[in-house]
């Protein structure tokens, strides 16, 4: 750190003593005027500028894991990434010989924001597990790094004379890079490579999942650097110039302490550079005007004055405003059912275009970790990948698949189009992730066995479909994940507007925005309410978006009127302060916290209410998550189709069959009919996932 402060100390003095060498305009201010001498003068004026790197990094590592997070490889060896690096430059050219360098030499600094992100891989062969037995596999780890850099880099250039024409200038510089560690994060794992059966000991083909900030870092990181640039006038009086430039810097530091790992980067770049103009000739004196009267102007009574506040009130004292909005993040538990039907359009076998289809070669990277903020809805549209990844993981798995038709109009009778829906399945499951054929059975029907009101046209689309069945109930059951859910505290934020007007306000609107984002828009004619009052609830629901846009930064908020006569006036844009509370910080303070769990049985038929096995296993499984000091909803939900009083019912009916099962005295039972959807119901599956029982779970787990 003493080398560093004392070349800073040198810079700083070179800049001061050319800066106090540059030549002002009121130093000649007396002197005759002459062009070519203002030009030569212009030329030793600084020049500053700004720039916009792309970087390629390439790192050199010798470990095997990060401080704290072990991973199961050899020593990692050289890893590349890329990024960006962008900032401001000033440049001096030396004058008077400054330390016996002549008027060829620059000398200046860059201050600029980087990127050094880069990915380390490594393979090596280790023992799986395939169908109970131990193979050799290949096996790959990976860092993904993302490293973001504040460097002050001061550097000396010198403008090779033999290449100078005219005003174009070539320079070559060496110089420092000084980087302090703005952020540090990184993204680990270790995969299966090949062969395309068997999981790890964890039952997975993938294990060491790990992310976040970089262990050790070190607060600052120094390199040195070598490059060339090319300076091109932009305009006649060249104090404007583009620069190309390419650059190549070698970090010394190690991003973490006591690691073996350096970095060197290249980067391909173009900068604008600026210096004062030289001086034109002066403009003549301006005539003396004699000394005018004073007038004052005449007053108007005119008036148009908009402001607005606001007030916040918690959920828990709704009569006490407090002095901000709160997101607190909280531990989610879902375990979201899957249906086994596929449907189809109408006289068609191929597979609609909603259902996600990836290629081969993408199989590998395919996890439900993809999937956890997913609903239950969004997820089901992954099934085909699902059901081909439950298949390579259960290897002695079968299943059958089922197509159906309508048994009117062209699909009448029509056990040709029942099979080729069934048949376009297998050929997914086949030829994308490679599940032997001899696992699939394909069979074919008119109408399902259990169909949905066949004289109804919404019956006709769920009756054509492809229903998958499995010798492993492991192939179909539910997903199982857990997720950060963000909730805010307030139940509403109150305006009070404040305007004045003397012609009467003909509209108004009062907009409320999330950096780019418009969150909430109110607007109006006439005269102004008293208060402008914002729900943050949906019922008895957080608003989901709301909370989104919440998560960091600040809320704004403008009040714009118009008056009778045109004129518009704004207010002052005021602001609303967001505080976050995290899982993280609860667990560290050791404060109270809340666990939420979010069940969705097994879907139910259409107007059926009768719990089968399945939903049994579920609602036992869900008892044994159950505390004592637990609160449990329990909601029936039901399809558009029927009378909506008859719905209700057998939404309610749902609702009880499911409370009996789990036997927990302290439980709110809901039926909910086609008022409150809990998915679109344009297409089959949006129906047969609101026949469903939902049953929700909130455990507060007590603090210090």
Known sequence: MKIISKILLLFLCFTVRAYCNTPLYDDFAEEEFNLEEEIIKSEFNPRFGIFLNYGLNFHHTNFRQLPNYPICCEPFGNGFGTGLNFGASALFRVKNNLLFLDENWFYGAKLSFGNLNGKLENEQKEPITVAGNLTEATTKGVIDVSLNNLILSPFISYSVPQLRH?????????????????????????????????????????????????????????????????????????????????????????????????????????????????????????????????????????????????KIFDADSPTKPIQSIVVEDFTQTNLKPLLNFIFFDDNSARIPARYFRIPADATSAFHYNQLQRLNSLETYYHILNIIGFRLTQFPSATIELVGTNTNKGLERNNIELSQARAENVKRYLTEVWKIEPRRIKTTARNLPKEPTKPTEESGDEENRRVEIYSSDSRIIEPIFSMDTVSVLRNKQIVFVPKVESSFGINNWKLEVSNSDTV??????????????????????????????????????????????????????????????????????????????????????????????????????????????????IISGYTDIIGNEEVNKRIATERARAAARRLGFANVEIRGIGKDELLYDNTFPEGRFYCRTVTIHIETPIAGK
Do not use: C
């Open 519 to 632: 969150l909430q828009t109110w607007s109006g004619s006439g005269d102004l309410p008293s208060e402008i009052i914002w729900e943050t609830t949906v019922g008895e629901t957080m608003n989901i978006d709301l909370v989104e846009n919440l998560r960091s930064g600040i809320l704004k908020y403008q009040l714009t009127v118009s008056d009778k006569v045109g004129t518009v006036q704004k207010s002052l844009t005021r602001n609303i302060s967001i505080d976050r509370i995290t899982v993280e910080s609860k667990r560290v303070d050791n404060s109270a916290d809340m666990e939420y769990e979010y069940y969705s049985l097994i879907l139910f038929q259409f107007a059926s209410r009768n719990l089968d096995a399945k939903h049994n296993s579920v609602i036992d499984f869900i008892r044994s998550r159950i505390s004592p000091n637990s609160t449990v």
């Open 166 to 310: 005219k005003n174009h200038n070539f320079y070559v510089s060496l110089g420092l890079n000084i980087g302090a560690t703005v952020n540090a994060n990184f993204a680990q794992h270790e995969e299966i490579i090949s062969p395309n059966v068997g999981t790890f000991e964890n039952g997975f083909r993938v294990r060491n999942i790990q992310s976040g900030d970089l262990p050790n870092t070190n607060s600052f990181l120094l390199a040195g650097n070598f490059g060339i640039s090319y300076e091109l006038p932009l305009n006649k009086n060249n104090n404007l110039r583009l620069v190309p430039e390419i650059t190549y810097s070698y970090w010394f530091s190690s991003p973490v302490k006591n690691l073996n790992w350096s970095i060197s980067q290249l980067t391909f770049g173009v900068g604008v550079r600026y210096n004062e103009p030289p001086k034109s000739e002066p403009p003549p004196a301006e005539p003396i005007l004699p000394d005018l009267p004073h007038l004052e102007l005449p007053k108007s009574d005119f008036t148009l004055f908009a402001d607005v506040h606001h």
